[in-house]
Structures are given as structure tokens and as C-alpha cells.
């Protein structure tokens, strides 16, 4: 018997670690002017709305949720706004440029296919969006605090512009599952160092380095 138990415990934490590991659809990635292929995407259509403020300190992020408060369309792919999280440091990294801070904005189709929206912060301006959540992140980790006096909306996290860089990843946190579509903003937002220095106080790094691309191809939209 103990011949055969140890080989099948071993295949199996084997298969726990691997995507994360030895994955090669992983994210975060740095988007380099080399890898971007020269097929341009079409813009994106963003229909988010205000709701209800509803968020919740999940022990590794502040998480605001939405339900049916909003709208992705790419091209003929349509997809729901699911919620909004952070992360230190920011993760993917533009031509080598590391962020200090990012927005993931998540979103489903109908079939199930997940898509981030990436929005990288640099230190700066303080933010607005960031000054009304960063007070109220639960002390404790549990679920969703609903606050229906006051509305949020995803729209502002999006910058002015929204041209993106587009590609293949994964999940950023085990178990790495990877088909998920990243979109990376082009254009950056700001956060004071003041409000980076505050989300610390509640929040460690909670963002993995960047990944190889392994022959992936970065797209870009007009
Ligand atoms: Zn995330």
C-alpha cells in the first residue's frame, strides 16, 4: 500500500500548484511594445450605472459588488459588471512601467467567459472615488456592508480615455485558472500617497510579480 499512496499524493499537490507555477497563460504580464501585435481591436462600450453601495473586506481586498448595475460590449461580445476590487502593487506593467496601485473591474458573459478590466494608478492626485470607500473598508473580514444611501458607480474608475491593451491571462491568486480576457487601460489614474499609505494600513501586497508571455500576442484597441 505505501508504494502506492505516497506516488498519488505527490500527483496530486503536484496538480494544486501547477497552473500557478508552470501555467503559461498567467497573469499579471508586462505589456511590451515588442509583444503588442499589430491587429487592432474595436473600441469598448461601457454602460455602468449608479446602485446601491454594497462592499466588503474580503481579508485580502476591498470589494464593492454590483447586480445588474452595468454593461461591456466589445465588438459582438456583450458582458455584465460583476464588481470592483484593489490591488498593491498594481500587477500588469505597461513597457516596464510598475504601478503602485490598481483597479480590477470584473465582468461575465452570458457563457461564463470572465472578463478584468485593469485601470493602474500612479502616485499623484488624490482620488475621489477612493476618498468616499477607503473610510468606510470594514474592520472586520466578512460580507457585503449595504449602504442604499449612497450610489457608486464603476464609471469612476474608468479613465478619460479608454484605450486598452488586450490579452489571454488568468486569474491572479491560486488556483490561477487561466482563460480569463485581461483588458489593461492605456491611460493611468492617480491616487495620493496619503490614500495609498491608508489602504496599507488595512491591506498587505496582495498581487503576484508579472509572468512570461509565452509567444501570447498583446492586442491594442484604436
Ligand atoms: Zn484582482
Not at 93 to 101: A, L, M, R, S, V
Not at 103 to 120: E, R, T, Y
Not at 170 to 183: H, K, R
Request: charged share 20%; proline share 7%; hydrophobic share 40%.
Amino acid at each position: 500500500m505505501k508504494h502506492l499512496i505516497l506516488p498519488l499524493l505527490l500527483a496530486t499537490s503536484t496538480c494544486q500548484a501547477s497552473l500557478c507555477e508552470s501555467g503559461h497563460r498567467q497573469s499579471p504580464i508586462n505589456i511590451t511594445a515588442e509583444s503588442v501585435a499589430a491587429k487592432k481591436l474595436p473600441a469598448m462600450t461601457v454602460d455602468y450605472r449608479s446602485a446601491p453601495l454594497k462592499l466588503a473586506n474580503d481579508g485580502h481586498t476591498l470589494r464593492v459588488r454590483f447586480d445588474k448595475s452595468g454593461q461591456l460590449v466589445i465588438g459582438k461580445e456583450r458582458y455584465t459588471l460583476q464588481q470592483f476590487h484593489f490591488h498593491t502593487p498594481g500587477g500588469d506593467q505597461i513597457k516596464g512601467e510598475k504601478f503602485p496601485f490598481a483597479a480590477h473591474i470584473l465582468h461575465k458573459s452570458a457563457s461564463g467567459q470572465l472578463l478584468a478590466i485593469v485601470v493602474p494608478f500612479r502616485l499623484g492626485a488624490e482620488n475621489p472615488l477612493l476618498t468616499r470607500l477607503l473610510p468606510q473598508i470594514p474592520a472586520k473580514v466578512d460580507g457585503d456592508h449595504k449602504h442604499p444611501d449612497q450610489q457608486v458607480s464603476a464609471q469612476d474608475l474608468l479613465p478619460t480615455h479608454l484605450a486598452y491593451y488586450r490579452y489571454s491571462g488568468s486569474l491572479t491568486a491560486a488556483p490561477c485558472t487561466e482563460g480569463v480576457e485581461w483588458l489593461v487601460m492605456k491611460q493611468p489614474l492617480e491616487l495620493s500617497a496619503a490614500q495609498l499609505t491608508q489602504w496599507q494600513q488595512h491591506f498587505k501586497d496582495n498581487m503576484r510579480g508579472v509572468n512570461p508571455l509565452y509567444g501570447r500576442a498583446v492586442f491594442e484597441s484604436q
